[in-house]
């Protein structure tokens, strides 16, 4: 399937690449299906990837794995909230983090207080409020970004 997309243009998308949010993301609760893109040519892999919205091209939400900014994420969520993307392991959980990247670039955020959780064997997924106090909505890493490139 051909899908247009916001930073990588027309792209040829099969269907197992397809992740579907049944309550859609915070703010786009219209739009179901999104995939991950990530520039494969960048040196060293991806830190940064797009969650990109199948249905609307202009809607591409940069995230990061959490652990490359807080090696002790472990949110805690409601079972009942997960209920509805299948059977969670430790092999087939995929959590992602939204980022703000304003334009002083110092100011770069994550969300620790509402992570994507994803099934990868069902492809399905759900963005949740974490009942982690000490998570904040505006986590700050370009600093930890830099101290860990220059490691």
Known sequence: MLIQTKYFGEIDLTEDKIITLERGLFGFEDFKKYTILYD???EGGANV????????PTL??????PLLVKEDYNPVVEDELL?????ISEENLVILLTMTV?????EMSVNL???IIINADTRKGAQLIVENQDYEVKYKIYDLLKEKKEA
Do not use: T, Y
């Not at 591409?60 to 794995?65: K, Q, T």
């Not at 209920?83 to 059977?87: L, Q, T, V």
């Open 40 to 42: 494969c040519e960048k």
């Open 49 to 56: 990837s797009w969650f990109q919205s199948v249905d609307e």
């Open 60 to 65: 591409a939400l940069p995230v990061m794995n």
């Open 83 to 87: 209920s509805g993307i299948g059977e």
């Open 102 to 106: 304003p334009a002083n670039i110092k």
């Open 113 to 115: 207080k509402a992570p």
